[in-house]
């Protein structure tokens, strides 16, 4: 799996840090045509040693992300196992119960353990743990409980307020709570081994958290154990109550998505081949891996649906969700730094850009992974998490640089080259795609979370089909407004004289343009 992740970033990776690179070793002196208010110039290619350089130390930084990554993407967790861990409380996982669901639990190598050797406990034998046919000479109280509530946000409050005031939920479980008491020996079939299920009843269904609580002993000690749960609902479905539309919802998105893409290859398509540049076809790819992602993420639920586990599917869907992840910031950063719409080629703090955002996403993509694969109550879950929402807000900020830079350069240069009325046009052009980014951030990463947080457990899929529905208006927007056509202002500039080209620095040839003194003849 990592071998095809690996293989499919960084050929995207070297794609598109390549973009607009022109090395040259040599110099060339061209005479450029003379025209009304113009003197002579000449023509100056980039010296290939800076160039080179950049692409050394670029190729220098891929190789050390490439011998770095597997490393860290060695270290996911498949099975819920909990070592050493010192939190009194903690929730594990989340479940969307019908009447007549099953929760089966499989609790096996439990421990209770002081973190500090030095720490006295009086059932503590053998390396400072006290292990389960020891458990008559210590005084613990620990258990799992299925919390019922009526959603995910209630869920978190009542564990976050028992962490707080110390309240021992195996104490205060509801009537609708189902305990299972682990310090109690009739819990456990064989000594070393507990195995529970319930089935839940009617009246009884909703959405259940499944939490972990270590009453006593408190202070300095720690748990061990390894457990296996297994939650389906009547059929056997074993996705969550709410989750059960997922696959239609995935598979409508894609078909939104595929007919979205056939549409604009049309467009493509029956547009003169000046006006087709290459941001158009690179947007075409990420539809594309949008396609694909929500088709294999369908095929994905599923299959867990009917069979509790998604086989190779996972290992597919990855692969496209890291081509569409990394495919989306980079076609964003590319249209807000107007690549071969505005210019052909890209500077070298454009590039830099781009190497930091990419570097980011490689690791936003570790702890989506991560995230992803591990159990939501473990430590490195939280920690990843955490890394996850870190890392995508700023590359969310970081792509919104360059379309301000751009602004801020159209509206520099709005009436110093003769073109007011054409750079005004494009100055609009940004300002209301720097609108739709920042509306379409806002929405996907802090009103869909929202209202997941607060919806019943029966609407969970409304969070997908929300963000997806975002997902498709921004793209037929973007779409829309960056068309290829005669009379869009974005871009009717690669049409125009050199006197734009001088905004950037560059020519057609992604040359640097430097002004010669004008020559004056007096008549003598």
């Not at 069979?307 to 692969?319: L, Q």
């Not at 990394?326 to 071969?340: D, E, T």
């Not at 970081?398 to 520099?412: G, K, Y």
């Not at 003769?418 to 609108?435: C, D, P, S, V, W």
């Amino acid at each position: 799996f990592f071998f095809f992740f690996f293989f499919f970033f960084f050929f995207f990776f070297f794609f598109f840090t390549s973009l607009g690179s022109r090395v040259r070793t040599r110099r060339y002196r061209v005479q450029l045509p003379l025209r009304p208010g113009l003197g002579g110039g000449r023509v100056r290619l980039r010296e290939g040693a800076r160039a080179s350089l950049w692409v050394r130390r670029s190729a220098m930084a891929r190789l050390g992300l490439l011998a770095l990554l597997p490393a860290l993407a060695a270290g996911l967790i498949h099975e819920p196992e909990f070592d050493r861990d010192a939190r009194g409380i903690f929730a594990i996982e989340t479940f969307g119960f019908l009447a007549g669901g099953v929760m089966e639990f499989e609790v096996s190598k439990f421990e209770v353990e002081a973190a500090k050797p030095e720490t006295s406990y009086d059932c503590m034998r053998a390396a400072n743990t006290a292990r389960l046919p020891d458990r008559r000479s210590c005084a613990y109280k620990v258990g799992l409980l299925m919390m019922r509530t009526s959603s995910k946000s209630a869920s978190e409050q009542r564990v976050q307020e028992a962490a707080e005031e110390g309240t021992c939920l195996l104490d205060a479980a509801a009537d609708d709570d189902v305990l299972i008491d682990l310090s109690d020996e009739e819990t456990w079939s064989t000594p070393d081994v507990m195995n529970f299920e319930h089935t839940v009843p009617k009246g009884k269904e909703g959405f259940y958290s499944l939490v972990f609580n270590r009453c006593a002993p408190d202070g300095q000690h720690a748990v061990s154990f390894t457990l296996k749960a297994v939650f389906r609902n009547p059929g056997p479905d074993y996705l969550s109550a709410g989750d059960g539309p997922l696959p239609t919802v995935y598979y409508c998105f894609a078909a939104a998505f595929a007919a979205a893409l056939g549409v604009w290859m049309m467009v493509l398509r029956r547009s003169a081949p000046r006006t087709v540049v290459h941001i158009h076809k690179l947007m075409a790819v990420l539809v594309m891996f949008k396609v694909m992602t929500l088709l294999f993420d369908g095929v994905r639920y599923q299959v867990i649906g009917h069979t509790g586990h998604a086989d190779g599917w996972t290992v597919v869907f990855y692969i496209f969700t890291v081509l569409r992840s990394i495919s989306l910031f980079v076609v964003i950063l590319l249209i807000g730094m107007g690549w071969s719409l505005l210019k052909p080629s890209l500077n070298e703090r454009e590039k830099k850009i781009i190497f930091f955002v990419l570097t980011l996403q490689v690791l936003d993509n570790i702890a989506f992974l991560v995230v992803d694969e591990t159990a939501p109550g473990s430590q490195s879950y939280l920690q990843w998490r955490d890394v996850l929402h870190l890392v995508d807000i700023i590359c969310c900020c970081a792509i919104l640089f360059p379309i301000v830079w751009s602004i801020r350069h159209l509206r520099q240069g709005a009436g110093t080259d003769g073109k007011m009325a054409a750079n005004l046009n494009r100055l609009e052009t940004f300002r209301y795609f720097y609108i739709m980014v920042i509306s379409y951030i806002y929405f996907t990463r802090i009103v869909v979370y929202l209202t997941a947080a607060v919806i019943p457990f029966q609407l969970s899929w409304l969070k997908v089909f929300l963000e997806e529905a975002a997902t498709l208006l921004f793209y037929v927007l973007t779409g829309v407004k960056f068309r290829p056509a005669e009379d869009n202002p974005y871009v009717k500039l690669s049409q125009e004289d050199d006197d734009d080209t001088e905004e950037f620095g560059l020519d057609d040839e992604g040359v640097e343009l430097l002004e010669q003194p004008k020559t004056v003849l007096t008549k003598v």
